[in-house]
């Protein structure tokens, strides 16, 4: 079985560098477990669907919580495509409207 990659958009590597430590460890472990396992075995906690073809990688730190937003992308090729600090109880409209803009513009 061949392994999947998880890839980052150029615009959200800055957004997990600027996530505290712990979390940035705990995204980049999800992202671990994406690539050995695929995303069809890993499932919740770790991550979920969003909408259409978007899904979340979901962490917990000692600061707070954030997702990752990502799509499937050409053979076994993950794309996280926006790193933000979750705020609300669902996932900000603006942050899936990013998300998706980021991923037009790679089409």
């Given at each position: 079985?061949?392994?999947?990659?998880?890839?980052?958009?150029?615009?959200?590597?800055?957004?997990?560098?600027?996530?505290?430590?712990?979390?940035?460890?705990?995204?980049?472990?999800?992202?671990?477990?994406?690539?050995?396992?695929?995303?069809?075995?890993?499932?919740?906690?770790?991550?979920?669907?969003?909408?259409?073809?978007?899904?979340?990688?979901?962490?917990?730190?000692?600061?707070?919580?954030?997702?990752?937003?990502?799509?499937?992308?050409?053979?076994?090729?993950?794309t996280v495509l926006h790193v933000f600090v979750k705020k609300t109880q669902t996932t900000p409209r603006a942050a899936i409207d990013t998300a998706r803009k980021r991923l037009e513009a790679m089409r």
């Open positions: 079985m061949s392994q999947w990659t998880v890839q980052f958009h150029p615009a959200s590597e800055p957004e997990l560098r600027a996530l505290p430590a712990d979390m940035q460890a705990r995204l980049l472990r999800v992202a671990g477990l994406l690539e050995a396992f695929g995303p069809q075995k890993v499932g919740m906690p770790h991550v979920r669907p969003l909408e259409d073809k978007l899904w979340e990688i979901r962490v917990q730190g000692r600061d707070g919580i954030a997702r990752a937003v990502y799509v499937a992308m050409h053979g076994r090729t993950l």
